[in-house]
């Protein structure tokens, strides 16, 4: 029996890399031209796997995509609400908040940048950019937990929190570090600007 488990062993290692190879492969493509223009032959060939082997793991290019989720996951880090633990400060809450995303941007901003642009092609896609606008609402709602999260407020530091607030400081040469620090004064500004404004009522 030992050597029949020798070769079962040997065997599921042999599939795992040949799944780590064309995972491999794709997440290359994708960075290269995109998640929409890349078909399996193709992976199949930067792979060296035949075509066939690529089809028995990952039938379509939403599997493909799947498949490479936990490779681009374990890149991104997303920042998540244990980030905030510890801090009750509203000032350092939001400072957290936005430099733990934007940091999450730089790390990823190509796969992030195509996931926003195709996920109208691709239905992996707009699964994970559904899953990270969630997870971004939420980690925003955790910033603000200890004053009013009135809804237009959380929505407003969502949108200066996101991807491409980020991307349009990077792209005319402000680092991540300047541009959190700039955002996170604004973001603080809408907050306490709103709450100010409620008390200032009569």
Known sequence: MAPRKYDLGKRAESVEETKRRIIDATFELHNEQGVAATTLPEVAQRADVALGTVYRYFPTIDDLVAGCSGHVMSM????????????????????????????????????????????????????????DALQHVDLVREAMRLVRRRAHI???????????????????????????????????????????????RP
């Open 76 to 131: 991104l880090l997303p920042p998540g609400p244990e980030i905030f633990a510890g801090v009750e400060p509203l000032a350092k809450r939001v400072g957290i908040l936005v430099r733990e995303r934007f940091a999450m941007y730089e790390r990823g901003a190509r796969q992030i940048e195509v996931a926003r642009c195709e996920q109208d092609r691709v239905a992996a896609l707009r699964v994970w950019v559904r899953q």
């Open 154 to 200: 959380v929505n407003q530091a969502v949108a200066l929190t996101d991807f491409y607030v980020w991307l349009a400081f990077a792209n005319n040469g402000v680092t991540t570090q300047q541009a959190a620090e700039i955002i996170a004064v604004a973001v603080l500004a809408t907050i306490t600007g709103a709450s100010a404004q409620k008390e200032s």
